[in-house]
């Protein structure tokens, strides 16, 4: 009998803590899912409608703009409201307020650019124009965060903190972030720095050349092809921005209509309008131009006044102090002097001041014109107001017109090109202004039908103004443009077999010189033999499932390290491109690799043969130590593996690894269409048919809600990662819930 009740209890207890937890799930975990049917009082001039198809995109009907975007400011609270609170903590260097001292080193870095000055510097000059647009999405947002105090995403209750109010230079600061995001470069000067005054001069520059940079880094893909080379003869437009990976991903789709206004596409998670997309007349994809837009000038600054020098003038550096707040701990303060230069950054005993365009341009926020614009001339005009990053924009319209333009600030260098931190008291390397953006690269209806953009360089050899960047290799866009010009009558379906190719040229070529090298030495050596036969039958497809993939970016990898210890054997030795980290931080130029072994300079390398040969014996060990003796069963998904982590649901023992997404393998790498790798890769993909706006088609990596139990949480995932994606409602919406927002 006391065992029977002993049982009992247990069994009660048991029921009680099971029921303790769904009750906890259904108030901090579902209680807070939005109301997406019904309605709704709120602070509007007419009713709005929001229809929600199946993948839970909200189509918003409005009769007026400002209510159009005070209602994408409320459904992009109620999906993001936490990432939109991570994006402006993160870019304002705020984060260890609510996750504690682990984020310091994160906001330190984060105020050393100075987003949160900017942002409020930026929201004081904005034409009225386009503050009213953030102020309409700001409004929205706050709505929200207002009427729902108590039923917050998970997150808020978890890290145990309300968000504030949503402000203008919120959705400014996300702008910034991605700002910084797209456009930091001042590590790879400084490196470049370090390593010609430690190595040979004439090598460091082959490997570090003008206007080429490395693979693995925020890039996109984006073409339009004229009506001449589709279907159904009108223009066809694809874009899939490489961004990093995370959960939820950076993107939210959304359809806006109202007077004067019918657009669809991707807005970015905290900022209003669509920033690509298309209308009922055009359609426009973005890619990164890549384009330097950072100078370090070395200054001579005595840290302890903040006087340094200018044309031998004594000037003053402002002392920017700081503190930030810390989790559970005291606040940490934060200071730095800035000069006319920018913020100073010390590295020992030098001290170098970051100049930036993102500091000096002047504040706009054109992509409401941009969402209006109808035609070429509309269209650019609202570009020529877009301050940056700088970008890419291909363009495609229902007249059957396709073009490119380049946009955003880019500085006037005379003499010098910015690749290398310059002398700061000089005086010799100012800017000059900025490129005039008629002067940008642009292309309009080219004879072939084609345009594309995959971060290559855009700008000619006889460009009239100095330029430098980390433009990529041709790799992708030769092998985007060789697709695309090999047939015609293409239609809007096929253009996913493009996003999704994976072949890559550079490894191919490796593959190949690696055969052709170990047939010249007449040679069998057990331990090659097999990764020969593997790499001498391999068509240069990244498929995850495949060896030969993983042999020929082991060796690249050793043709790194060879390469940066004949250019700077003491400095390469502080570096490890064995590691993805270590291959960034080198930030070495993939093209180089194949220039060496075709051209074989003997100032190098005495013999490129056993160079290759011995690379790909350290290859096979690295291989084999990590996936085992059969050569035959090594994966390339199993080195390129991606694991996206909710950043706080994801850390609750036992059932956060739910909410994650991986691991998973991967196919493709750096230098293949198909950009990927463990941290980085297409963010979204989109096609838009300018013959039929239905046709068009879009996806993102996971799916419209950031709340982990929503059913969009991760409802397109299965789609991204198998490479299928999903009409773009536009004329025709199905509406699956509808929720009417009135006046009060």
């Known amino acids: 009998m006391a065992l029977n009740r002993i049982l009992k209890y247990f069994n009660i207890a048991i029921l009680l803590a099971l029921a303790v937890a769904l009750l906890a799930v259904y108030w901090y975990a579902w209680r807070p899912l939005p109301q997406t049917s019904g309605t709704l009082r709120a602070p509007l001039a007419q009713n709005v409608t929001i229809e929600r198809d199946a993948l839970g995109v909200p189509h918003i009907a409005a009769a007026n703009i400002d209510d159009a975007l005070f209602a994408q400011g409320f459904v992009t609270a109620q999906d993001r409201l936490w990432q939109m609170d991570l994006l402006r903590r993160t870019a304002a260097g705020r984060l260890a307020e609510v996750v504690g001292s682990g984020a310091l080193e994160l906001d330190r870095e984060a105020r050393r650019f100075r987003l949160e000055r900017l942002a409020e510097r930026q929201a004081k000059t904005l034409p009225a124009a386009d503050r009213a647009v953030l102020a309409a999405y700001a409004r929205g947002v706050n709505y929200f965060i207002e009427t729902n105090r108590g039923r917050l995403p998970v997150e808020f209750s978890l ?37 010609l005054a430690d190595g040979d001069p004439a090598k460091v520059a082959f490997l570090f050349p003008l206007r080429a940079g490395g693979e693995i880094q925020p890039g996109s893909n984006a073409w339009a092809l004229a009506g001449s080379r589709t279907a159904s003869g009108r223009p066809l437009l694809s874009n899939d921005p490489h961004l990093e990976y995370s959960l939820p991903g950076i993107w939210y789709m959304v359809h806006l209509r109202a007077h004067g206004l019918n657009v669809s596409g ?59 707040p810390v989790k559970d701990a005291a606040p ?37 014109d941009l969402d209006r614009s109808s035609n070429w001339q509309e269209f650019t005009a609202a570009l020529a107001r877009f301050p940056g990053p700088a970008q890419n924009f291909v363009y495609a319209d229902s007249g059957g017109n396709i073009g490119y333009h380049g946009a955003g600030k880019v500085p006037i260098r005379r003499g010098w090109n910015g690749d290398v931190p310059v002398d700061g008291p000089s005086g010799k390397y100012e800017w000059d202004g ?31 103004y100095r330029v430098n960047g980390n433009f ?20 809007p379906e096929e253009m996913l077999a493009i996003q999704k190719d994976v072949y890559s040229p550079l490894c191919h070529f490796l593959a190949r010189e690696l055969a052709a090298a170990y047939a010249r030495r007449k040679i069998h050596d057990p331990a090659l033999d097999e990764a020969i036969g593997i790499l001498r039958s391999w068509n240069g497809q990244m498929e995850r499932d495949q060896a030969a993939p993983l042999i020929a970016t082991l060796v690249y990898q050793r043709l790194l390290i060879a390469m940066a210890q004949r250019a700077a054997p003491r400095k390469a030795a502080l570096y490890d491109p064995l590691t993805e980290a270590g291959l960034d931080s080198l930030h070495m130029a993939p093209f180089v690799v194949e220039k060496l072994l075709r051209e074989r300079p003997k100032d190098w390398f005495p013999d490129y043969d056993q160079l290759l040969l011995g690379a790909l014996l350290d290859a096979v060990g690295e291989g084999r130590r990590t996936q085992g003796h059969d050569l035959q069963r090594w994966e390339w998904g199993r080195y390129n593996e991606l694991l996206l982590r909710n950043p706080v649901v994801g850390r609750i023992p036992f059932i956060g690894q739910y909410f994650d997404i991986g691991p998973v393998e991967q196919s493709g ?16 993909r989109m096609t838009a048919d300018l013959a039929d706006m239905d046709r068009s088609s879009m996806n993102i990596v996971a799916g419209e809600s950031g709340q ?37």
């Open 472 to 491: 990529a290799a041709p790799y992708r866009s030769s092998q985007i443009y060789a697709l695309l010009a090999a047939r015609k009558a293409w239609r």
């Open 708 to 744: 982990p139990l929503s059913w969009h949480y991760k409802d397109q995932w299965e789609a991204y990662y198998t490479g299928r994606s999903f009409p773009m409602q536009f004329h025709r919406v199905d509406a699956k819930a509808r929720l009417m927002l009135v006046p009060e």
């Open 669 to 684: 790498t750096g230098t293949t269409v198909k950009q990927t790798s463990r941290g980085l890769g297409p963010s979204m």
């Open 434 to 464: 900025y490129i005039p953006f008629d002067e940008l690269p642009r292309s309009y209806n080219p004879p072939s039908g084609i345009v594309v953009s995959a971060n290559q360089n855009p700008f000619p050899p006889d460009y009239p």
């Open 266 to 324: 991707a807005a970015l998670s905290g900022v209003p309008c669509v920033i690509l997309g298309h209308n009922e007349r055009i359609a426009w994809g973005v890619t990164n131009m890549q384009a330097d837009v950072q100078d370090l000038y070395e200054e001579r600054l005595d840290p302890r006044t903040g006087q340094y020098v200018f044309e031998n003038k004594i000037e003053q550096a402002q002392l920017e102090h700081e503190t930030i």
């Open 332 to 368: 940490v303060d934060f200071a730095q002097w800035v000069t006319r230069h920018g913020p100073v950054l010390a590295a020992g005993k030098r001290f170098f001041a970051l100049r930036w365009t993102a500091a000096e341009t002047d504040a706009a926020f054109p992509f409401l």
């Open 159 to 195: 890290l145990g903190y309300d968000p504030r109010p949503w402000r203008i230079e919120d959705s400014l600061l996300v702008g910034l972030y991605m700002f910084r995001d797209l456009s930091s470069s001042w590590r790879n000067d400084l490196q470049k720095s370090e390593l």
